[in-house]
Each structure stands twice: as C-alpha cells, then as structure tokens.
C-alpha cells in the first residue's frame, strides 16, 4: 500500500513536469493553431535563467523568481517577432512556423550551451527543506509538492483566464477564427503576442519548479519537449485540465510499468499506451473545439 | 523519364567515372556516403510527406529496422545478404504497413505523435532487446567477408547509383497517374474522395514505400560503417531527415537531393567555426525556412483560394 | 486537376520558376565538380610530412552532455603542448594540437578521424572519453597506422588483442573492468550481501551493468537486484523502491550528474540508511553541486591520487592557467595522453608509422602524473593498457568535496 502511494506520487510528479509543458503547448495552439515545438526548449531556459538568478547570482527568491519568469516571457515574444510573424505575413503554410519552432529550439539550446556552459547546473528549490511526512511511511521532499501543486494552480488560473476573462475569451476567439475576429476589432496581433508571452511564462514557471528535481541543462529540453507533446495529445488539447491529465496518465504509466514490469522496457510500454490510445481515441480524451 | 531526371543522372555517372572510389581520399568519399544515405532517407520521407502531406517524425525507426534487420540475418543466423537484404527491406515495409493502417487515419500532430511514439519503440528495442541486438556493443558487420570482395569494394559506388535510381523512381511516381493522384490527396482530401480516389490506400502505400527506402539506407549504412549501435536511430535523426525535406522544399525529390547534400556538408565546412558551428547551422536554418518557407526548391504550389481556406480554418484539422 | 507541366510554367511568388531552377542546379553541381577536382587530383599520401609541425589530432565530445569530460581533457592537452613548445618541441619541431569535436557520435566521430588523417595528416590521435566513438574511429586510424592514445574511454572491448585495430590502438585510462573490480575488491572487504544495482540505459549504464555481473560473480558478491532508467530521468522512485524491497544492503549506482543526484536523493527521501558506491564518472562538479549533502558518503574510483606530487604540479599549472575547478581527473588525463605520445615521438625521432607503435610499445617504468604515489606507465607488443596495476584510488565525497578514502585499495 505503501509502495502503491509512492508510485502514485511519483506518476504525479512526473505527470506534472509533462503537464505543464503541455499546458504551455496547449495555450498557444488554441489560439494559433501552431504546435510549438520550442516548449520544451522554452522549459529549459526557464530553468537555465533560474540557476543564474537563484544559483550564481543568489538572488533573494522573489526578485528571482519575477527575472525567470520576465526573462522567458521575452524569449516567448522575440518567437514570436522573429519567427512566426514573419512566416504568417508571407503565408506560410501553418507547419512551416511548427518545423521552425524546431530549429529555434536547436538555437536555443547552443545558445545557452554558449553562453552558460555546457555540463548540468544545481536549482536550489524554492523551499528547501527535510522530507515531509504525508502519512504512513510515506515521505515527500518540499519540492515535490510545489511541483504538483503549483502546476494543478497554474492549469486552474488558465482555465480561468481563458473561460472567464474578456481577455481569455478574445484569445479563444482568434482560435476559432482570426479573422472574424479581427473583423470584430480584436487587437490579434496584439493577443498573439500576449498568449506567446503567457506560454513562455508558464515555461518559466515550469522551468523553476522542475530544476530543483533535474538539474538545469542546455540539453534538457528535448526529451522533455515530447513528452510535454505527448501529454497533450493524450489528454486532447480541448482545455487546460486535459494536457494535466495527460501528463499524469504518462507518469503513472512510466513508474507503474517501470515497478510491476521492468524498469529496463518502460519507456516501450509507456509509448505503447500511448500509440493505443492514439489509435482508439484519436483526438485525445478531451477533443479540441472544431472536431479533428 | 523526364528530363531532369535524365540530366542528374548523366551527371551522377560523369561523376562517378571521374571519381570512382580508389581515387577519392576516404574523408570525401565517407560524406559522398553520407550524403547518398540522407538522400535515401529524404526521399522516403518526401514520399510520406512531401506528396501525401502526411507527417512522420518517425522515419529513424525504420531506417533502424533495415540496418538491424539486415545485420542480423547475416551475423547472428549466417544468411546470405542476397536473402538478408530483400528480408530486411520487406520486413520492414510489413511493419510499415502494420503501423501505417491503422495511424494514418489521424492527421497533423496526432499523426506526428504517432510516429513519434514508434520512432521511440524501435529505439528502446534496438537499445535494450541485448540477446537480438547487443545493446550499446552494437552489431559488426565484417562487410568484405559478408559481401564478398567483389560487392565489397564496389559498394560505394553502388549505394551511389543506387540513390540515383532510387531519385528517378520517386520522379516516376510523381509524374505517374498514381503521382496526380497522390497530390490531390495532399491538397484535398475531402475533394479527392469525391472523386472517388481511395486517398486512405494511397495514404499507406506510400508509408510502405517511405518505410522501405529508410530500410535500404539503413542497409547501406549498416555495410559501408561496419557497426551499428543504436545512438544513430534516434529522434534526433528523424527531425534531421524532416528537416532535410523541408529544406529542400515539400514534395521536390531534387530538392531535398539537394538539401541532403547541403545539410551533410555544412557542419564540415562550419569547422571553421569551432564551438560555434552547431549555432550557426541551427541560425542558417532558421533564416531558410523563414525567408524561403518553401525550401530550396519549392515547386509544389497551391491555388491562392485553397491556401486561405488553410489558414483561417476551423477548428484544427492538423498540419495540413 | 491543372497538370504537372501547367503549374510549373506558372512563376511563383517566394519559389522559383522551373527553368531558373534547373539553372541554379546546373550551377550548384558545376560547383561541387570544380571544387572536388581540386582537392581531389591533389590528394597525396596519407602519411604525415617530415618538416613543419608534428600535428596531433584529439577527437572527443567538445559539446553535449560528454562534453564535461571531453573539454577539460582538452584543455589538460593545451598545456601540455605550451610546455612541449616553449621547450623548443621534439626534435626542434613544434607540436600541434587539432581538436575536433565528435558530439559523442560515433558516426560523426569516424568522419572527423577521416579528417584528421586525410586532410590534417597528424601522426597521432588522442582518443575521446566515450566509448561507442573510440570503438568507431580505432578502425580509421588502424588503417592509415596511426597510432591512437585513447585517453578516458573505459569500455573493455576498445583495447581487444583479437580485433585488428589492436595494433595502433592504445589507453591510458583505467578499463571499465579494473575499476569495477576495485569496487568489488572493496564491497568484498566491508563485507556486503546483497548489492543492488542502478544503471542507465546509455552505452555507460549497460556495459557496466554486464561487467558487474561478471566481477561480482567471480568475487562471489551476490547481487539482490539490477534496475535501470532512462537518462535525465523524472522521477527514480520505482527502482530505488525495488531495490530497497528486495532487502539491499549496499547500492552501486551507474549514473551521471542529476540521474545520480536524484538516485541518491530519492534514497534519502525513503529514509534508508544504505552505503553507496559509484562510477569515476561522478567526479564531476556538475555532480557534487546537484548531489549537494545527500552525495555525502559515497565512494568511487579514481585514475587520479591528488596527494600525490606529480598531480600537484599539474594542478598548478593547470590553477594557473585556467583557475581552480574542482576535479582534475579528465585535465590530468588529457595532459598525460599528450605527455605519453610526445616522449614516444621523442623516441621515434618525429617518425609515425610503425616507428611510432615501436616506440610507444617500448615505453617502460614511464613516471606519470596518473596512478597510486608508485605507479608508472609500461607497454608492451602485448600490452596496450597502461593502467594494469596500482592504479586506482578511492574517493569519498565529503562535504562538498571528494577526499582520499583509500590509497591503496587492495587488488586481484
């Protein structure tokens, strides 16, 4: 019983570090269509400019903590200037942004190799502390739980903002239609922008809970990437609860399979399930909006 | 065959006889090697992608298959490579064809996780299946003795006429009757099956024949390098072919010829760089595919109506 | 359905027209023709000149996760070539360094020695710290007979006396299986059960898994269970419960950087008081930093034995040239592999080739900076390893800081 809350708690963990990455997946494709491969590398420099500000600076944790999220809230909008507005204005089809995505986060990634070094970096998390008593012989580190419990927050304030604010409901808008909606007199460019930005802050967010449990790599954000990605395409990118729920499907799938059958062929089981699931539920449990 | 066709393989073979591999220092004819690989290996994809529109990040799982496959018929169970390499090559079109029916009924990103997720398989398998594939130790393949010194010492040059042939294959499809009907499922599918175009079947068809020729440059690669392991097959290879496609321009197999060729070549010229030359690849890429999104070679076009009808769609409907 | 030939006479805006494109082919392959040719019909033999710099090629991970190996050793080499010139170099040639980066691919790895032999012409290479690239590009070198040193390397199988590249191929580093058995010498002594295992899935993890199993058979260790993971895990709670559930009482860790931080600190996290013991690869900064107080207590090899006064000359020189870091190990051994080659080119008089191998061969009682206080380097026609014996130490990771535990760990 012990063990079966350990693995749960773990398959949260894990489930969470996907999740928010598929949250940050998720908030720019309902309002763009564009699936942004540069997440996962987007997490990474979250979690790079965390050690620099928390670590080698030994910044006080708020003044760090608004830097991180500031600094790759930038980064979201330079992708966007850079990358995607260009593309669009020339009409290019809608998979050549997502392919350039691609080697943006290629630059990123030697960028930050460059310029803060190539091995792995030490996060000091945001509280530090002795494992945490939860119940039986059931031990949690400080940063365990932030993890969990600031992703299940940051899923919670998007729902929000996207289904209750003007602002989220002007972000859906462009989704469905931008051009209606810009006929309608939404700012889109604008917007775009504000939502490329929000991503990147969630990235950065992310980026500061998972370090501490990681490390930070330039490298890291890859691997990551696609399970961020897989985690939205099993949960469906129809609302911000879904890439969550896909995310801790993933990771209970990884320690369940990785404890009861091997801890050598996991990854084959857990990319199994999700090929299965793909096959039967094709457009995830909680479908985008408009059907596939 | 058409013209162009005619004229890159009239050249292909001028080159050859010029530079048949005795004369050729060994640095320049291993990136020739290279270059016929990733060639290979783009072509299938184009197949997939370029004409079919259909998405797959998965293409290192079967160019693993084939090199596999192929090394271990002839290592481990003392096959003939007469009867290992046809094995290998139509095994794996069997596992593409098992894999392809039923995921190719998803689209855009679902696709693309898809083949992700069987990219990832093939990859844990070749790395931890130790009694079939030896791991990390990797799989020797001692290629005079396998081959023979006859195939042995031509095998350069027949992996190069080999892309050759392969390059005019892809044409002929494309200016075939199957190759009209292939584009317009690329552009159209609603429209195509109006028309009464089974789109599904041609869907998969060409999945097989994408998965075949990854087969075959993984063939070739497991013979020319002489070992394999299984760091080569990983994700990371399978964006390099995608990319190679859409430098190349989608759907222009002289494209990505040509892309193949340039992206094999420019890390080696990039030395001067020393450091810097990942960096600088991943900035030239980035300025290419935004200042020229349809690759080098672009000729695929769409009528102007369809493309705004692309772009301000409803809903999602995936990539393309 | 416009055909073909309609759509392609049309120009495109941003793409080009059919004629230009078949024009810009033209060009581009008219290119590669001429520029081919030249260097082609210019090719020479691929031995390495008589005058001018004796060129050294080092190729290794410069980049990438191996890159916190593959660099140091570099920059250890760098100085030992400033020394070797500001001493007027071998024979009153000067010596050159030409490091290329493999990425840790061995695909890429088998290219550059390409390069190194056909366009730089060295005379002798220094081999990288990964394995699956040194098993790739030994084959190279073998064939032009150049010798290789390879410097970190530890996968057994590099140096094979049944596979041909055996002739030019030569360590310096430890082999995987000596330094498993000096972990198995220890666990011997302290007396430990049941030994439980984590590894990685990468070429590191899973050859030492196999060569574990090997020397704990022969030592008689019995092993409660072997666990693996994905490297850059999430989260390692599965398999440090399993290995806590099947009744271990030691761990051997096989891991890197945040996967051993994370190991160590889910064992800390379940409470379990168990003894661990790791792989010379945790001797990294990258690894102290992240283990922080959790890494406290373990022990690992070492190629290394800083009280040593050979090291501390080299820690000097190296403090003075590029500041103080934590770990020498990888520095020390890229230095040392230039060292050893430059005194085999001393011998052979600037010749490569087979008066190269001879000479390097004929290396004896050599005193090195690596090793036990009394160790030295000895090749042999037969023997191209040069750590055969006394040659590991062992560590301890105390507060921050890996100190001697061992100098002289008993060895079979």
Not at chain 1, 73 to 91: A, E, F, M, N, Q
Not at chain 2, 258 to 284: H, K, R, S
Not at chain 3, 158 to 167: A, L
Request: proline share 4%; net charge positive.
């Amino acid at each position: 019983m012990n063990d079966i809350a350990l693995l749960i708690i773990a398959g949260l963990s894990s489930g969470s570090i996907y999740g928010i990455i598929a949250l940050a997946f998720t908030l720019i494709y309902n309002s763009t269509k564009i699936v942004n491969f540069a997440q996962g590398s987007l997490l990474m420099s979250g979690a790079m400019f965390s050690y620099y500000f928390l670590e080698y600076k030994q910044m006080p944790v708020v003044l760090a903590v608004v830097l991180v999220i500031v600094a790759t809230s930038l980064l979201g909008l330079l992708l966007k200037t850079l990358i995607v507005d260009p593309l669009h204005k020339k009409k290019a089809e809608l998979f050549n942004i997502i392919i350039a995505t691609l080697a943006v986060s290629i630059v990123l990634e030697q960028l930050f190799s460059i310029f803060m070094g190539k091995r792995q970096f030490r996060v000091p998390s945001l509280i530090e502390g002795d494992p945490i008593k939860l119940g039986g012989n059931v031990m949690v580190f400080p940063e365990t739980i932030i993890l969990i419990v600031v992703t299940a927050f940051c899923v919670f304030c998007f729902w929000f903002l996207l289904n209750k604010t003007a602002l989220g409901r002007a972000i859906q808008a462009i989704g469905f239609n931008r051009e209606a909606a810009k006929l309608a007199g939404l700012k889109t460019s604008k917007l775009i922008a504000i939502t490329f930005m929000l991503s990147a802050a969630i990235s950065g967010i992310g980026g500061l809970i998972v370090s501490p449990i990681m490390g930070a790599s330039p490298y890291m954000g890859v691997a990551l990437g696609v399970k961020g990605f897989a985690a939205c395409i099993l949960g469906g990118m129809g609302n911000p609860f879904a890439g969550f729920v896909g995310g801790v499907i993933i990771g209970l799938a990884e320690s369940f399979s990785s404890f009861y059958i091997s801890s050598t062929y996991s990854p084959v089981f857990s990319y199994l399930i999700l090929l299965v699931m793909l096959i039967v539920k094709p457009s995830g449990l909680w479908p985008e909006k408009g059907g596939d | 065959m058409n013209k162009k066709s005619r004229i890159a393989l009239l050249i292909l073979i001028i080159l050859l006889i010029i530079f048949n591999k005795s004369r050729i220092n060994p640095y320049y004819s291993q990136i020739i090697q290279m270059i016929a690989i990733n060639a290979i290996l783009a072509l299938g994809l184009n197949l997939v992608f370029g004409h079919t529109g259909q998405i797959s990040i998965g293409q290192a799982g079967f160019y693993a298959l084939g090199a596999y496959t192929s090394a271990i018929l002839e290592i481990k169970l003392n096959v003939s490579f007469l009867i290992a390499w046809p094995s290998a090559v139509i095994l794996t079109c069997l596992v593409a064809y098992a894999i392809g029916k039923p995921i190719l009924k998803l689209h855009g990103h679902y696709l693309a996780m898809a083949t992700i997720a069987f990219g990832m398989i093939v990859e844990s398998l070749a790395t931890n299946w130790l009694p079939v594939t030896s791991g990390h130790d990797g799989i020797y393949i001692p290629t005079r003795e396998v081959l023979g010194p006859l195939v042995a010492q031509n095998l350069f040059e027949i992996v190069v006429i080999s892309t050759g042939f392969l390059y005019v294959v892809c044409e002929n499809i494309e200016y075939s009757r199957i190759g009209r009907a292939i584009r317009s499922v690329r552009e159209n599918e609603i429209g195509a099956s109006a028309i009464g175009i089974e789109h599904s079947k041609y869907k998969v068809m060409m999945f097989v024949l994408g998965g075949g020729f990854s087969a075959i440059a993984g063939i070739f690669y497991a013979h020319l390098n002489t070992v394999i392991t299984p760091e080569v097959f990983n994700m990371h290879t399978s964006i390099q072919i995608l990319m190679i496609v859409v430098l190349g321009g989608i759907g222009s197999n002289i494209g990505v010829v040509m892309a193949a060729t340039i992206v094999t070549i420019l890390p080696e010229l990039l030395y001067g760089f020393a450091g810097y030359n990942i960096l600088v690849y991943g900035v030239l890429v980035c300025i290419v595919l935004v200042f020229a999104p349809k690759g080098l070679f672009g000729l695929i076009e769409y009528p102007k109506r369809l493309k705004n009808k692309l772009f301000v769609k409803e809903g999602g409907n995936g990539i393309t | 359905m416009p055909t073909k030939q309609e759509s392609i006479s049309e120009v495109k805006p941003g793409g080009l027209s059919m004629k230009k494109s078949l024009k810009v082919l033209w060009l581009i392959m008219m290119v590669l023709i001429i520029s081919m040719s030249s260097v082609v019909f210019s090719q020479g033999t691929s031995e390495a000149s008589t005058t001018g710099p004796l060129k050294i090629g080092y190729i290794g991970a410069l980049s990438g996760n191996s890159a916190t190996m593959g660099e140091p050793a570099r920059l250890g080499m760098v100085i030992a070539f400033e020394e070797m010139n500001a001493k007027g170099g071998i024979n009153g040639r000067p010596v050159e360094l030409i490091a290329l980066d493999d990425e840790a691919n061995p695909a890429k790895s088998v290219t550059q020695a390409n390069k190194l032999v056909q366009q730089d012409k060295v005379v002798a290479a220094i081999g990288g710290p990964n394995s699956g690239t040194a098993l790739a590009n030994r084959q190279v070198f073998f064939e032009a007979n150049i010798p290789e040193l390879v410097s970190i390397s530890t996968m057994d199988d590099i140096i094979n006396p049944d596979h041909p590249s055996f002739k030019t191929t030569f360590r310096l580093s430890a082999s995987e299986s000596y330094l498993i058995k000096t972990l198995a010498n220890h666990m011997l002594q302290k007396g430990y059960k049941k030994v439980g295992i984590i590894a990685d899935t990468s070429a590191y993890g899973q050859t030492a898994t196999k060569t574990i199993q090997k020397w704990f058979a022969e030592f008689g260790i019995p092993i409660s269970k072997i666990v693996n993971h994905e490297v850059s895990a999430s989260d390692l709670t599965s398999q440090i419960l399993q290995l806590k559930n099947a009744g271990s009482d030691a761990v051997f860790i096989y891991n890197l950087g945040p996967d051993a931080a994370l190991t160590l600190k889910t064992i800390k996290q379940f409470g379990w008081d168990v003894p661990v013991v790791g792989a010379r690869g945790l001797n990294m900064q990258s690894f102290i930093d992240l283990a922080g107080s959790f890494g406290d207590g373990i022990i690992i090899p070492s190629d290394i034995n800083m009280n040593k006064p050979a090291i501390k000359e080299f820690k000097e020189k190296y403090d003075a040239k590029y500041g103080p870091t934590s770990n020498y190990l990888f520095s020390a051994m890229g230095y040392e592999s230039a060292k050893i080659l430059f005194e085999a080119l001393r011998i052979s008089k600037g010749k490569g080739g087979d008066d190269l191998i001879n000479a390097l061969e004929g290396i004896k009682n050599h005193p090195t900076i690596l090793g036990q206080q009394d160790a030295t380097i000895t090749f042999s026609a037969k023997n191209h390893e040069a750590a055969q014996a006394k040659w590991n130490v062992l560590l301890e990771l105390k507060n921050g800081e890996f100190v001697i535990y061992d100098e002289f760990p008993f060895e079979r």
